[in-house]
Nanobody, 128 residues
Framework: QVHIKESGGGLVQPGGSLRLSCTASRMRLSDSPMGWFRQTPGKEREGVACIGRSGGTTYYADSVTGRFTISRDASKNTVYLQMDSLKPEDTAIYYC?????????????????????WGQGTQVTVSE
């Protein structure tokens, strides 16, 4: 069974930065595109950023373009999300997973909510 683990979340002031990390057991992350998704209570999970298998293509939601950077290190089996200039509206639980659908510069759609691939996520809170 695949086990994905996200880490690096926390409480940060507006304008601050965080770097999220995603690792996995029983899964080589470099075998597929990977994405970061976020969810707040009462809202659907949304695609924040996705990266192609080789790392050569990316997608960013309009709300994070220019502030967030997704990257991957195949040697460490890790995917990162560097988040800069954080805003209160970035507050959410952040998840890492292969996207259901991905097209660079077009869309990054999440798996179904009940997909067993989802990990526990990591909480990001942006507040004074």
């Amino acid at each position: 069974q695949v086990h994905i683990k996200e880490s690096g979340g926390g409480l940060v002031q507006p304008g601050g930065s965080l770097r999220l990390s995603c690792t996995a057991s029983r899964m080589r992350l470099s075998d597929s595109p990977m994405g970061w998704f976020r969810q707040t209570p009462g809202k659907e999970r949304e695609g924040v950023a996705c990266i192609g298998r080789s790392g050569g293509t990316t997608y960013y939601a309009d709300s994070v373009t220019g502030r967030f950077t997704i990257s991957r290190d195949a040697s460490k089996n890790t995917v990162y999300l560097q988040m800069d200039s954080l805003k209160p509206e970035d507050t959410a639980i952040y998840y890492c997973a292969p996207p259901l659908q991905y097209s660079s510069d077009a869309y990054c759609k999440p798996l179904a909510d009940d997909d067993a691939t989802w990990g526990q996520g990591t909480q990001v809170t942006v507040s004074e």
